[in-house]
């Protein structure tokens, strides 16, 4: 979980998982770009509009504007390099 400006693990042996710190460092460039609070109202927002339209967590979660990109590109490890400013916009 990326709460700016860290990132949480469960536990030590997710330090080493590149694709899940890079899925992070994008939400952490997400909050950056927003000002951090609003990326978190957003997020909510995002997420219980979702979650009325689906009436089910799990599809409210992955199809949040946010993890949309984050998911797209956690695989990239190169990702953030290129990057553009508000890069999640397309996935609205």
């Known amino acids: ?43 909510l927002l995002n997420y219980l509009v979702l979650l009325i339209k689906y009436k089910n967590h799990y599809q409210a979660y992955f199809n949040i504007i946010f993890e949309k990109e984050a998911y797209a590109a956690q695989q990239d490890l190169n990702y953030l390099k290129q990057r553009k400013f508000f890069s999640w916009l397309r996935y609205l």
């Open 1 to 43: 979980m990326a709460i700016f400006p860290f990132i949480l693990l469960k536990n030590k042996g997710q330090k080493n998982d590149a694709v899940l710190i890079n899925h992070e460092r994008i939400h952490l460039r997400q909050q950056l770009e927003l000002l951090i609070f609003p990326f978190y109202l957003l997020y």
